[in-house]
C-alpha cells in the first residue's frame, strides 16, 4: 500500500515546516467532511454521490499538496532513510486502515443496513471529529523537534481536562445532528453518546503522537499503535456476536486506553528515574 500523503507529511516534518502540515491537513481533513455533508444534503438517501464528493475532494486536495510538495524540492536524489520510513509508514498505516473499516464490513455483511449506519453515525465523532483536531497538534511538533518544550505531568492533566470539554461537546453536537438530520437513525444517539467520552483521551494521545514522531522515537508510535489495532481486530467478531453494536463501540475504549497507557508507559522511561516532571 503506497500513500504519497505520509511521505509528503514527512517531508514537511523534515524541513520543520510544521505550521505549513497542519494547514494542508486541516484543509484536506475538513474539505473532505465539508464535501460529504453537502452531497448527504443535496442527495438524501444516496450513497454513491457522497463517495464520490468524498474521493473527489480528497483527490483535488492531496493533489494539490503532493504538487505544491514537488515544487519545492530542488534535490532529486533518494534519501537511503526514505525506504525505512516508508515500509514504517505503510505496516502502520496499513494496519490503522483494516482496523477502521473492519468492523463496518463485519457489520455490512452480518447485519442490516440501519446497523450499518447506526455503526457509521455512532462512530461519527470519534472518527471525524477527532480527524479534524489531529492537524492541530501538529503545532507543538516544532517546539519538540528542537527541545524547546517537553511533555510535562501538569500539561498532561490541562489535555485531560481538555479531552473532557471535548467529548461534552462532541456528545451535544452529535445529539443535535442525529435529530435534525438523522431521523430516521435516533436510535444511534446513545451510543454516539457513549462513544464520545473516547474522546476524553484523544488530546492526550494526540500529542503524545506528535511528541514521539518529533523525537524520532519509532518504538513508541509502533508499538502502542500495532498492539491496540491488533488486539481490536481480533476481538471485532466475538464482541459483534456477545454485544452486538454496542461490543463494537466497547472496543473504542479498549482500543484508546491501550494507546494512552502505553504512551505513559514509554514517556515514564524517557523521565528521570522514571518520575513524572510537573
Known amino acids: 500500500m503506497f500513500r504519497p500523503l505520509e511521505y509528503f507529511s514527512a517531508f514537511l516534518n523534515g524541513r520543520q515546516e510544521f505550521g505549513q502540515e497542519a494547514r494542508f491537513f486541516s484543509a484536506l481533513f475538513a474539505g473532505r467532511i465539508v464535501a460529504a455533508v453537502a452531497a448527504t444534503l443535496l442527495f438524501p438517501s444516496q450513497v454513491w454521490p457522497v463517495m464520490l464528493a468524498y474521493l473527489g475532494s480528497h483527490l483535488l486536495l492531496a493533489g494539490v499538496m503532493c ?11 533518494v534519501d537511503p532513510e526514505l525506504i525505512g520510513y516508508g515500509a514504517f509508514a505503510t505496516v502502520v498505516s496499513g494496519i490503522v486502515m483494516l482496523e477502521n473499516n473492519f468492523d463496518k464490513v463485519l457489520v455490512g455483511t452480518l447485519g442490516d ?3 450499518i449506519g447506526m455503526l457509521y453515525l455512532a462512530l461519527m465523532p470519534y472518527s471525524k471529529l477527532r480527524s479534524v483536531v489531529v492537524p492541530l ?29 471535548f467529548a461534552i461537546s462532541a456528545a451535544v453536537f452529535m445529539t443535535v445532528l442525529l435529530h435534525l438530520l438523522f431521523v430516521d ?10 462513544l464520545s467520552i473516547v474522546l476524553v483521551a484523544t488530546p492526550i494521545n494526540l500529542l503524545f503522537n506528535n511528541y514521539y514522531r518529533a523525537t524520532a522515537n519509532r518504538r513508541a508510535i509502533l508499538v502502542p499503535t500495532l498492539s491496540s489495532r491488533l488486539l481490536s481486530i481480533a476481538l471485532v467478531i466475538p464482541a459483534w456476536y456477545v454485544a ?9 475504549f479498549l482500543e484508546q486506553g491501550i494507546v494512552l497507557v502505553l504512551h505513559l508507559y514509554y514517556w515514564r522511561r524517557e523521565r528521570p528515574g522514571g518520575a513524572v516532571v510537573a
Do not use: N
Not at 504538487?67 to 536524489?77: I, K, S
Not at 437513525?185 to 457513549?194: E, H, K, S
Open 67 to 77: 504538487v505544491r510538495c514537488q515544487q519545492t524540492v530542488q534535490d532529486t536524489r
Open 113 to 115: 443496513p440501519e446497523q
Open 137 to 165: 497538534f501538529s503545532v507543538f511538533s516544532a517546539r519538540f523537534a528542537t527541545g524547546r518544550t517537553a511533555v510535562t505531568g501538569r500539561k498532561l492533566w490541562y489535555l485531560l481536562g481538555a479531552g473532557v470539554l
Open 185 to 194: 437513525y435516533r436510535d444511534a444517539i446513545p451510543l454516539a453518546q457513549v
Open 244 to 252: 452486538g453494536l454496542w461490543g463494537l463501540v466497547s472496543l473504542k
